[in-house]
C-alpha cells in the first residue's frame, strides 16, 4: 500500500509536470505565431532570388508579437479547476462521552492550483458524510496559494459516535471488512487577482473516499471539484 509520503511525492512530480507542459506549450505557440510574421515567405525567397527586393516589415513582426502574447495570455488565463486529495487521517483525540464516543482526527489534504494568479481564499468548513447523516466537519482556514503550485492543507476534523451509533450494523460490517467509505464535501470561496482585476471564485468540492476504520490508512479516492468564476473591477 502507498504510504502518505508516497502519495505526496508522486503528486509533487504529477504538479511539475503539468506546470512543465503549460510552459512548453506556451513557448512552442509564441514561436510558431512569432515565426509566421517574422521568417520570409516563399514567394518572398523567390524574389529575393530573382533580385528583387522584398521590404521587411517591422508592423508585421510587431502583430506577430503581439499576436503571440495574445494567444500565451488566452490560453493561460482560462480558469482550470483546482484539484484536491486526501493523503493521510491522523487520529488526535478520544474524547468518551457515555455512551457514546467522539474522535478528533487530522486530514492532510494535497491541494494544487494549476491557474496563472495567485488565489486567496476564505474560511469554510468541510462536512463528513456516513451513510448519507452528517458525521463531522473539518474546519479549513482561510489562506492563499501562490499561482501554478501545490501544497499541503491539514484540517482538523471532529467526528461525532452518535451518527455511527445510528448506522452501528454497518459499521460492524465495515470495521470486519476493513474497508468504511466516507464522503466529504466543502464550497471554498475567494479572490484571484490578475492585473487591475479581481476574479471571485467559488469552487465545490464533493469526495468520496474509501478508508480502513482500524488504522486510518487512504485505500482509495474520487474527487471532483467544480469552479465557477465572477470577474468585478477593483475598487
Keep these: 500500500m502507498t504510504g502518505p509520503i508516497d502519495k505526496i511525492y508522486i503528486l509533487h512530480q504529477k504538479c511539475i509536470k503539468f506546470i512543465q507542459i503549460d510552459i512548453s ?26 533580385g528583387k527586393k522584398v521590404k521587411w516589415s517591422w508592423s508585421s513582426a510587431i502583430i506577430g508579437a503581439a499576436s503571440a502574447v495574445a494567444a500565451t495570455a488566452l490560453i493561460s488565463a482560462k480558469p482550470k479547476d483546482p484539484t484536491f486529495h486526501l493523503i493521510s487521517i491522523n487520529m488526535t483525540s478520544l474524547k468518551l ?6 474522535a478528533e482526527v487530522l486530514l ?9 494568479a495567485p488565489i486567496d481564499y476564505s474560511s469554510t468548513s468541510m462536512s463528513i458524510f456516513y451513510e448519507g447523516s452528517l458525521l463531522g466537519s473539518a474546519q479549513v482556514q482561510a489562506g492563499s496559494q501562490p499561482p501554478r503550485s501545490c501544497q ?11 451518527q455511527l451509533a445510528h448506522h452501528a450494523k454497518r459499521f460492524l460490517q465495515d ?30 468540492v464533493d469526495s468520496h473516499v474509501t478508508v480502513d476504520p482500524v488504522f486510518l490508512d487512504v485505500i482509495d479516492q474520487e474527487n471532483t471539484s467544480e469552479l465557477e468564476v465572477f470577474t468585478t473591477a477593483a475598487a
Design 25 to 50: 506549450l506556451i513557448f512552442t505557440l509564441s514561436s510558431s505565431i512569432t515565426d509566421t510574421h517574422t521568417k520570409p515567405t516563399r514567394e518572398n525567397r523567390t524574389q529575393i532570388a530573382m
Design 152 to 162: 499541503l492543507l491539514r484540517l482538523p476534523a471532529r467526528l461525532h459516535g452518535l
Design 108 to 116: 492532510t489534504v494535497h491541494v494544487t492550483n494549476p491557474n496563472i
Design 175 to 204: 470495521v470486519a471488512r476493513r474497508e468504511m467509505v466516507l464522503d466529504a464535501s466543502v464550497d471554498i470561496a475567494g479572490i484571484a487577482r490578475v492585473m487591475w482585476w479581481d476574479h471571485n471564485f467559488k469552487v465545490h
Design 97 to 102: 462521552n457515555l455512551p457514546l464516543l467522539d
